[in-house]
């Protein structure tokens, strides 16, 4: 059994399969790496076990390591939570809130939602993350991530943060003055259309209505983003039609830098939702979700 002293040395040796190297880890703890090269090595003494193997490429778990990660990653998890809950016996909560979400998500949503927390919360502190690309919360060690609509993972809780969401297509006056009004969805075939892309490199496909069916338009252009508001961008400098978040676009709708078209055929999506794993939440994460709520 692990001597009280070596709790450290557990930590270090979680942190380092955590990060994939001593490297990586080194630098997320602001250690040197030599120091924690010499804990693990302590640590692998001391239980008379080799945890890591070590390779000029990689570090890779033996299975004594495995099990030894997970019992340390439930129990310095468990130990967390515990300190976390401390909070509800101070009169204002603290502790960190990691949040997942799109760059759309955390402009128009989170940060303008959560910026209370600068009087009401000081001593909560905000990690707001951006990707385009949906993440296993859990896995990556986030607290909580927010995508549109209620479909999240299993064992997941799905609290709904906006109201539903219109899409838009849209272009400049020179590229309908060039090209034409598309009067139906079948017309965006003469036109060059912004791709979205996600994670896994497949592109959305346009989902439309008419005619009470939904139909899907697949974006045919020289352009391609991972984020809506390159997308948006790249409509208002004339290089294709872009199908976006209407609130995205909204001041340059207004200007007159954009315009709008095929609204009747243009899908309302459910809004944001913000999910969290099923479980005992911190007062902190607590503070975040009553505060987006819808």
């Not at 001391?46 to 990660?69: C, D, I, M, N």
């Not at 003469?190 to 496909?205: E, K």
Request: aromatic share 8%; charged share 25%; proline share 4%.
């Amino acid at each position: 059994m692990a001597k009280r002293e070596s709790y450290n040395d557990l930590y270090l040796f979680m942190q380092v399969v955590r990060e994939g190297s001593l490297t990586a880890a080194a630098q997320r703890l602001g250690l040197a790496q030599s120091g924690i090269s010499r804990s693990v090595r302590e640590l692998e003494e001391r239980l008379g076990v080799q945890l890591l193997v070590r390779t000029t490429r990689k570090l890779s778990l033996t299975q004594a390591g495995e099990q030894l990660y997970g019992t340390l990653e439930s129990g310095f998890d468990a130990l967390d939570m515990g300190l976390a809950t401390l909070a509800h016996y101070r009169q204002s909560p603290s502790g960190t809130v990691r949040i997942n979400a799109s760059q759309h998500a955390i402009d128009k949503v989170l940060l303008p939602k959560l910026a209370v927390f600068k009087q009401h919360y000081p001593d909560i502190r905000l990690e707001l993350i951006s990707e385009s690309r949906f993440v296993d919360i859990i896995a990556e060690r986030f607290d909580a991530g927010v995508r549109l609509g209620p479909e999240v993972g299993s064992g997941m809780i799905a609290v709904r943060i906006t109201p539903d969401m219109e899409m838009a297509v849209v272009g400049t006056p020179e590229h309908f003055r060039r090209y034409g009004f598309p009067q139906t969805p079948a017309d965006l075939v003469a036109h060059s259309c912004i791709a979205y892309q996600f994670g896994d490199g497949s592109l959305y496909a346009w989902e439309l209505h008419q005619d009470d069916k939904k139909i899907t338009h697949r974006p045919q252009g020289q352009w391609v983003f991972a984020d809506s508001y390159m997308e948006a961008k790249a409509a208002s400098l004339g290089l294709g039609l872009a199908y976006v978040p209407e609130e995205l676009v909204s001041d340059d709708l207004e200007r007159g830098n954009l315009i709008r078209v095929l609204q009747r055929y243009s899908l309302r999506l459910e809004g944001s939702f913000i999910y969290y794993p099923h479980r005992n939440v911190s007062p902190a994460l607590r503070a975040v979700i009553d505060t987006l709520r819808v």
